[in-house]
């Protein structure tokens, strides 16, 4: 009996790590992140009130999971054949595309039904949109035109936004949050899912830039020039790395941030430039190494600056 429930509880240690492996868990907690820290950095936030922090945490790892869980499932065949993917659950026929499309469906609405309940209509509705856009978009182009990686851009921002929506309820770019006598420009909003909007580009053509054998032999098209790595990539790279800049200004512009976010934004922006200038010059792995390193350091860095300079 004891052997029986040590092999019992084994599978099932193995069946969770499966889960975690499904929904791409270190991903989706570095989005989630980002959306709980958009949330709070929202001007009608004053206090921290953890049970709704917890719950927006928890449903925007359901959320991301969900769109994680069908992007694998449609994917199963072309993640065999890249060996960094071809552990995956499903790939490797440890797990059913329809168990994966089960989990998919049950963590989705699960999420957009606590996103409806503790917080507001809007930020449901982006929610569901944003998987909508991830799998069943983004995903299949992957294999037709490197647009694909700006169409993807699109859901792998939307967490910030949703976390903005989450706590002011508004949408329209136009529109104003009182908090006191003092009003805000919900553009500030918008600004946070344009600094994660644009950081993609370097970050994801750096992979891209790495792993071309594998997308190559899948049949993914995800740089910019059909030639592969090549100066038109770095110099793409380069340009939304520089755009970040100005893009970076407009929380401290809209008055929700101050001073000294303004210069720590500056300087990440400016240091992930410099990495996607010497790519350019250098044109091999260890340039797009670097660039990929430094993005992964950019987003906790301006995101916990910005909440913690917030106005």
């Not at 945490?57 to 969900?66: E, H, R």
């Not at 065999?80 to 049950?106: C, H, Q």
């Not at 970040?244 to 000294?260: A, C, D, E, K, R």
Request: a positive charge.
């Amino acid at each position: 009996m004891k052997t029986e429930s040590k092999q019992n509880s084994y599978h099932l240690s193995l069946k969770i790590k499966d889960y975690f492996l499904l929904t791409k868990f270190t991903l989706s907690f570095t989005v989630v992140f980002t959306c709980v820290l958009c949330y709070l950095i929202a001007p009608n936030i004053v206090d921290y009130n953890w049970l709704y922090i917890s719950i927006l945490f928890i449903a925007g790892l359901m959320i991301t999971g969900s769109a994680n869980a069908i992007n694998q499932a449609v994917e199963k065949d072309t993640d065999s054949l890249m060996k960094r993917t071809a552990g995956r659950p499903v790939a490797n026929g440890r797990m059913t595309a329809n168990e994966a499309y089960t989990f998919a469906a049950i963590t989705g609405i699960g999420g957009i039904i606590l996103m409806y309940i503790f917080f507001n209509p809007a930020s449901a509705l982006l929610s569901a949109f944003s998987i909508f856009l991830y799998a069943f978009v983004y995903t299949p182009l992957k294999k037709v035109s490197s647009v694909a990686v700006l169409v993807g851009a699109f859901p792998g921002a939307l967490p910030c936004l949703i976390g903005w929506v989450a706590a002011t309820g508004i949408f329209n770019p136009a529109g104003w949050i009182s908090v006191g006598e003092r009003s805000f420009s919900n553009g500030a909003g918008w600004a946070l899912f344009g600094i994660q909007f644009l950081w993609q580009f370097p970050h994801f053509w750096a992979i891209a830039w790495l792993a071309h054998g594998d997308y190559a032999k899948a049949g993914f098209k995800l740089l910019p020039s059909k030639e592969g790595p090549t100066k038109f990539t770095a110099l793409q790279s380069v340009f939304y790395a520089f755009v970040m800049i100005p893009v970076g200004i407009l929380p401290y512009y809209f008055h929700v941030t101050g001073n000294i976010s303004l210069w720590i934004v500056f300087a990440a922006n400016l240091f992930l430039l410099v990495q996607c200038i010497r790519l350019l010059f250098e044109l091999n792995a260890t340039a797009a190494r670097r660039v990929m390193f430094s993005s992964y350091i950019y987003l906790p860095v301006v995101f916990l600056s910005l909440l913690a300079d917030k106005v």
